[in-house]
T-cell receptor, first 115, second 112 residues
Framework: NAGVTQTPKFRVLKTGQSMTLLCAQDMNHEYMYWYRQDPGMGLRLIHYSVGEGTTAKGEVPDGYNVSRLKKQNFLLGLESAAPSQTSVYFC??????????????FGAGTRLSVL | SQQGEEDPQALSIQEGENATMNCSYK?????LQWYRQNSGRGLVHLIL?????REKHSGRLRVTLDTSKKSSSLLITASRAADTASYFC????????????FGKGTKLSVIP
């Protein structure tokens, strides 16, 4: 049981380049999230999805786009990378159930550097 | 904005000692959760306490919640070197919210 898998694990981009981060979960969870974590900070929510085909903005959505074409996948795109987007990106998922107590399950992270 | 704040920001203790971390928040909650993050890894859920609970235990973990003071504490007893990690409190922002709000975390170092 893999849980939440993020690819790639590391990436270096030049300013202005684009890339897509992939998150895949095998727990049949309805909700998925993308966060970024900067040094000395907690996690800040970028975008999230409450189901296939739906997405919503979080706290820091600017410069990012997302898509959820399949329930198990949640993609995070950077159209024109900027140095301010250098960060560690985490994907998480959770089940839509009160019994699940809203616990989120996290991937191992993608470390992105934009030069 | 981050509405959960942990205190202290960093804590260094000897193996075998107890570690206490505090969390404050600003608005009402349904539950409050604590997560652990080992260096270079993702977050792992530790324990959840509901708003109608005052204390909860899980192994060497003890969580308390004071809704009147909007604060929670996480106690790790008999700490081990493997407990070295960052600890975050988190809560959902309002009734029916999908967004989990994290504090900046407490970085715990347990010295063997």
């Amino acid at each position: 049981n893999a849980g939440v898998t993020q690819t790639p694990k590391f990436r270096v981009l030049k300013t202005g380049q684009s890339m897509t981060l992939l998150c895949a979960q095998d727990m049949n969870h309805e909700y998925m999230y993308w966060y970024r974590q900067d040094p000395g900070m907690g996690l800040r929510l970028i975008h999230y999805s409450v189901g296939e085909g739906t997405t919503a903005k979080g706290e820091v959505p600017d410069g990012y786009n997302v898509s959820r074409l399949k329930k198990q996948n949640f993609l995070l795109g950077l159209e024109s990378a900027a140095p301010s987007q250098t960060s560690v990106y985490f994907c998480a998922s959770r089940k839509e159930s009160r019994l699940a107590k809203n616990i989120q399950y996290f991937g191992a992270g993608t470390r992105l550097s934009v030069l | 904005s981050q509405q959960g704040e942990e205190d202290p920001q960093a804590l260094s203790i000897q193996e075998g000692e107890n570690a206490t971390m505090n969390c404050s928040y600003k608005t009402s909650i349904n539950n409050l959760q604590w997560y652990r993050q080992n260096s270079g890894r993702g977050l792992v859920h530790l324990i959840l306490i509901r708003s109608n609970e005052r204390e909860k235990h899980s192994g060497r973990l003890r969580v308390t919640l004071d809704t009147s003071k909007k604060s929670s504490s996480l106690l790790i007893t008999a700490s081990r070197a493997a407990d070295t990690a960052s600890y975050f409190c988190a809560r959902y922002s309002g009734a029916g919210s999908y967004q989990l709000t994290f504090g900046k975390g407490t970085k715990l170092s347990v010295i063997p």
